[in-house]
T-cell receptor
């Protein structure tokens, strides 16, 4: 059984650029959620994908968008990067949208915007 | 009022003692609760899940849930230096959104 994998692990981008982060869900999990964690804070919910559709969204602007593929892997896209987008981006997979059995997190992507 | 609130600490406990971490939540509709441990620079790791009122024990860890008081706690018995980390309390809201507290930084002193 494979865990949740995220790529890349680290990324440095310039303000105004666009970025794509990738996530492969744990085997058997059909739901992927994305979180942003700023330094010293708890993770903040960005959105969740289930059956290739967005299934709930947190308080993030439309320049944060995502996709889920038939194999349940997912992408997070952020356009027009701002300095405040610098954070650890976490992907979590679960069996079901309510997190039955818990959410398993990947190791994260550390994004730095300069 | 924050949706999930934790004392940010730091909480310092001597090795071998009991560490007690507390959390309150605002959404009475939440039914599922989790405790995650996060080491510096790493991703959160699930320690405990709890869905019903009362206590749930797993090794040195005990989670407690009181839905009437909207309170969740985590007890760590026989604390070890390796337990030093940030502990995140989380509640499922709206059947899909996992809402986290800001985390409590725990230090176990040898």
């Amino acid at each position: 059984e494979t865990g949740v994998t995220q790529s890349p692990t680290h990324l440095i981008k310039t303000r105004g650029q666009q970025v794509t982060l990738r996530c492969s869900s744990q085997s058997g999990h059909n739901t992927v959620s994305w979180y942003q964690q700023a330094l010293g804070q708890g993770p903040q919910f960005i959105f969740q994908y289930y059956r290739e559709e967005e299934n709930g969204r947190g308080n993030f602007p439309p320049r944060f968008s995502g996709l889920q593929f038939p194999n349940y892997s997912s992408e997070l896209n952020v356009n027009a990067l701002e300095l405040d987008d610098s954070a650890l981006y976490l992907c979590a997979s679960s069996l079901g949208t309510g997190g039955e059995g818990g959410y398993t997190f990947g190791s994260g992507t550390r994004l730095t915007v300069v | 009022q924050k949706e999930v609130e934790q004392n940010s600490g730091p909480l310092s406990v001597p090795e071998g003692a009991i560490a007690s971490l507390n959390c309150t939540y605002s959404d009475r509709g939440s039914q599922s609760f989790f405790w995650y441990r996060q080491y510096s620079g790493k991703s959160p790791e699930l320690i405990m899940s709890i869905y019903s009122n009362g206590d749930k024990e797993d090794g040195r860890f005990t989670a407690q849930l009181n839905k009437a008081s909207q309170y969740v706690s985590l007890l760590i018995r026989d604390s070890q230096p390796s337990d030093s980390a940030t502990y995140l309390c989380a509640a499922v809201q709206g059947a899909q959104k996992l809402v986290f507290g800001q985390g409590t930084r725990l230090t176990i002193n040898p």
